[in-house]
């Protein structure tokens, strides 16, 4: 089985899943969900550094999770979500 493959096929799904969910928000909103969505599953959690560390980014993780409280913050990414 080729996981490279397999990976590159669930990220696509993933990302097209994303911008489904968040057609209304601005790109930073839905770089959001998409990170968000992804995070949770491929950490299998809901913490926000766990989140952060499955990202594999250059970014510090600090600033991840800094990032992610703000988008939090926002009323227009719950309401778009739950509809």
């Known amino acids: 089985m080729n996981y490279s493959k397999l990976a590159n096929k669930l990220r696509t799904k ?3 899943f994303s911008g489904y969910v968040s057609e209304n928000l601005d790109k930073t909103c839905s770089r ?3 990170e968000a969505i ?3 599953l491929s950490s ?8 952060g ?3 594999e980014t250059e970014v ?10 703000r988008q939090f ?9 739950h509809e």
């Open 32 to 34: 959001f969900i998409n």
């Open 73 to 81: 913050k926002k009323d227009e990414i719950w309401g778009d979500i």
């Open 14 to 16: 993933l990302s097209k």
């Open 44 to 51: 299998q959690s809901v913490m926000l550094t766990e989140i």
């Open 53 to 55: 560390r499955s990202l």
């Open 60 to 69: 510090p993780l600090k600033k991840i999770e800094e990032r992610f409280c």
């Open 38 to 40: 992804y995070g949770i």
